[in-house]
Structure formats: structure tokens, C-alpha cells
């Protein structure tokens, strides 16, 4: 079956630190989508971004950034300056006629 | 109202009771689903409805049956449930599948006694 791999099951820093979250995906398809979400403390999952495999320009949002690299299948997700609220499970996931999910990292930013 | 919403938030049942989990969404997404997120454990992606109908039902026991009778509204009908059936059920939707971000529902938090 097609992965998505999140190697990293807990993370934590100390807040201002920036941490980069790693996301490995396999797919066969030359269109695909991926995406992250967010799951804080409350459990409702929260859509962040979206990118297709046509686009690789990183993407930058606030504090946000995501490296879309094809050569490695990756799909990094970098906090900048991380903050306490930005303490949740983080979901990495790929999506073509199906989406498939990564186990999620916790992140845990201690202030 | 905007979003997908889920009712209840809280649920404490019975082994041998019957309850049932709605899912309601007001933004004209066409695909539907069910996920089950337990302690420890990935997203496991039970059922998909795409324009009411299901498309996917991913080997899940007989005792939980979804119902899609419109685009916006989706059920989890429960009974004769297990202890291990205890998680956090999350209802979701998009626009299409494959292509488009979810929205998720703020999950229906299920404990079987």
C-alpha cells in the first residue's frame, strides 16, 4: 500500500525555536495532493495547507513554511518561532482518488 | 451555521445499547466520511460517501452503520458495541475526493461501558 510516513511520533522544544516536521510519501500517481492539518489539544483537526504535485514553490504562511520536494517525496512542514499554542498533533496526508494519512507528530512547545 | 458539525460531542453507552452520531454540513462539499481516531493509533478512515453515495467501507464490523440520506447530513448508527470501540469519531467533508482538503467536525468522543 501507498505510505505516508511521519517518522517523528513526538517533538519537543522550547518556545522561539524553530522545528521542521518530516513527511515521506509514496505514491505511483503523477497527480497528487498533500496536505497537513492540525489536531490541538481540543481534537477537532484544523485544514492547513493543500499543494499539488504540479507546484513545488514552497509555500510561506506567517510562521508557517512547507518545503515540496518531488525528488525525495517529501513534504516538510517548518514552524518558525514556535509558540506554546502551536503545541498539537500534526497530520501529514496524500490524496489522489483516495487519501491516505501519516501516523501524525506530536508537538510539544514548552514555554 | 458554517462548517461540519457533530452531535453528540460526548457519548457514554451500553454494550447493549443503540445510539447513533450525526454529522451535519452546510458547505456544499459532495464527499462524506467517517474516521476513527483512537489512543495511540493513525486516522483509521472507516466509510466515504461521494454524492450519497458510499464508496468506501473499509472492513468495518457490521456494528456501525453509516447512513447517507443527503449530501449534508451523514449518521454513525451504533449497537451491540465493545469497550474497544471507545475513541474519538470524527466526521468529515469535502468538495470532491482525492483533490481537496477536508473539513473536520469537532468529533463525537464515544465511551462503551
Known amino acids: 500500500a501507498q505510505k505516508v510516513t511521519q517518522a517523528q511520533t513526538e517533538i519537543s522544544v522550547v518556545e522561539k525555536e524553530d522545528v521542521t516536521l518530516d513527511c515521506v510519501y509514496e505514491t505511483r500517481d503523477t497527480t497528487y495532493y498533500l496536505f497537513w492539518y492540525k489536531q490541538p489539544p481540543s481534537g477537532e483537526l484544523v485544514f492547513l495547507i493543500r499543494?499539488?504535485?504540479?507546484?513545488?514553490q514552497n509555500e510561506i504562511s506567517g510562521r508557517y513554511s512547507w518545503n515540496f520536494q518531488k525528488s525525495t517525496s517529501s513534504f516538510n512542514f517548518t514552524i518558525t518561532a514556535s509558540q506554546v499554542v502551536d503545541s498539537a498533533v500534526y497530520f501529514c496526508?496524500?490524496?489522489?482518488?483516495?487519501?491516505?494519512f501519516g501516523t501524525g507528530t506530536r508537538l510539544k512547545v514548552l514555554a | 451555521e458554517t462548517g461540519v458539525t457533530q452531535t453528540p460531542r460526548h457519548l457514554v453507552m451500553g454494550m447493549t445499547n443503540k445510539k447513533s452520531l450525526k454529522c451535519e454540513q452546510h458547505l456544499g462539499h459532495n464527499a462524506m466520511y467517517w474516521y476513527k481516531q483512537s489512543a495511540k493509533k493513525p486516522l483509521e478512515l472507516m466509510f466515504v460517501?461521494?454524492?450519497?453515495?458510499?464508496?468506501e467501507n473499509n472492513s468495518v464490523p457490521s456494528r456501525f452503520s453509516p447512513e447517507c440520506p443527503n449530501s449534508s447530513h451523514l449518521f454513525l448508527h451504533l449497537h451491540t458495541l465493545q469497550p474497544e470501540d471507545s475513541a474519538l469519531y470524527l466526521c468529515?467533508?469535502?468538495?470532491?475526493?482525492?483533490?481537496?482538503?477536508?473539513?473536520f467536525g469537532s468529533g463525537t468522543r464515544l465511551t462503551v461501558v
Open positions: 499543494r499539488n504535485s504540479f507546484d513545488e
Open positions: 496526508e496524500r490524496g489522489t482518488y483516495k487519501y491516505i
Open positions: 468529515a467533508s469535502s468538495q470532491e475526493i482525492g483533490s481537496y482538503g477536508y473539513t
Open positions: 460517501y461521494n454524492f450519497k453515495e458510499q464508496t
